[in-house]
């Protein structure tokens, strides 16, 4: 009963696919998150969603795009991967935004582009 | 431009002892602190958070610090174990509710030797 579910763990895929991670959170949670780890160790915020509408949208590059079908599902489909997307995904929920209500993780998905 | 800071990439410290991982951060907007711990293959779990209107707060072993005026907060874990082995992530946020996010140091690697 993993509070915050995402897949798959792991996607090697070449230059140029398109790719899809999924999130899932069994908390009753009414906001969604994306971050990205990437190779500097650096941890930073993608999307936030609440309540299936989109709250935060750090200038990503318009190749990544979230997808909330209900409160409890938050995905991210990116196209045209490139080498520089590789990183690892977090997934993350919390109640009701970040100050005094910790974001709970997924696993993350380490994303591989060759 | 970045906005926290862990100047200390590992710390070895000796079970038993005092562990103290510190992070600065620049934005005197950030209003609440969070710290994070991190196992290798597993998504940051939440450990301890403080408000910019508190010097200190204290949970069981762990215990946050805040110098407003240096920008600066630490986290003492006493007395260290070696389960507490994993990598720390100082946090902070700005924004209220929904709004609000997190931005992340690049983390301290915490080894507890025995």
């Known amino acids: 009963d993993t509070a915050v579910s995402q897949t798959p763990k792991y996607l090697v895929t070449q230059m140029g696919n398109d790719k899809s991670i999924k999130c899932e959170q069994n908390l009753g949670h009414d906001t969604m998150y994306w971050y990205k780890q990437d190779s500097k160790k650096f941890l930073k915020i993608m999307f936030s969603?609440?309540?299936?509408?989109?709250?935060i949208n750090e200038t990503v590059p318009n190749r990544f795009s979230p997808k909330s079908p209900d409160k409890a599902h938050l995905n991210l489909h990116i196209n045209s991967l490139e080498l520089g997307d590789s990183a690892v995904y977090f997934c993350?929920?919390?109640?009701?935004?970040?100050?005094?209500?910790?974001?709970?993780f997924g696993n993350g998905t380490r994303l591989t582009v060759t | 431009d970045q906005q926290v800071k862990q100047n200390s990439p590992s710390l070895s410290v000796q079970e038993g002892r005092i562990s103290i991982l510190n992070c600065d951060y620049t934005n005197s907007m950030f209003d609440y602190f969070l710290w994070y711990k991190k196992y290798p293959a597993e998504g940051p779990t939440f450990l301890i958070s403080i408000s910019s209107i508190k010097d200190k707060n204290e949970d069981g072993r762990f215990t946050v610090f805040l110098n407003k005026s240096a920008k600066h907060l630490s986290l003492h874990i006493v007395p260290s174990q070696p389960g507490d082995s994993a990598v720390y992530f100082c946090a902070a946020s700005t924004g209220t509710g929904t709004a609000s996010k997190l931005t992340f140091g690049t983390g301290t690697r915490l080894q507890v030797t025995l």
């Open positions: 969603y609440n309540n299936k509408e989109l709250i």
């Open positions: 993350a929920s919390s109640q009701e935004g970040t100050g005094d209500s910790p974001l709970h």
